[in-house]
């Protein structure tokens, strides 16, 4: 089984290709932990709660037109959802390439961050709405 090096993801936030202006990205599955421990048991038991999926995109800014904050301010400003997916490469979606999407909505954003001589970066989370984040091995 080969090991896999990120140098080509794939990401696409509301429509936009972000691939070359993002420097690391992490798609959290998580659900949350519900404690249903009784006196029948010697330990605790737990069952899974409702998910809580989230991608978190290290954006390199960029202030042009249909770029990075020209994207991402109005979908913090005007609180709509969007589309955000995911893949390891920019290769079609496949079984070794899966596709990792969800509806998110965007809570914080910080246009502007840096020091002296330093590439302007912004992190951002992306927390999935509803039935959470989606894997493909298919094109749809």
Request: hydrophobic share 35%; charged share 25%; net charge negative.
């Amino acid at each position: 089984m080969g090991k896999v090096v990120l140098r080509n993801c794939f990401i696409e936030v509301d429509g936009v290709n972000f691939s070359s202006h993002v420097s690391s990205v992490t798609v959290n599955l998580s659900k949350d932990e519900i404690d249903t421990t009784n006196f029948g048991g010697d330990g605790r038991e737990r069952a899974h709660g409702l998910k809580d999926d989230s991608f978190e995109l290290n954006f390199q800014q960029d202030f042009d037109a249909a770029s990075v904050d020209a994207t991402l301010y109005p979908l913090w400003a005007d609180e709509d959802e969007f589309e955000v997916v995911v893949r390891p490469t920019s290769a079609a979606v496949s079984a070794t390439n899966p596709e990792y999407s969800g509806t998110c909505i965007l809570l914080e954003y910080q246009p502007l961050a840096g020091s002296v001589g330093e590439l302007s970066e912004t992190s951002v989370t992306f927390p999935a709405q509803r039935s959470g984040i989606v894997r493909a091995t298919t094109e749809s």
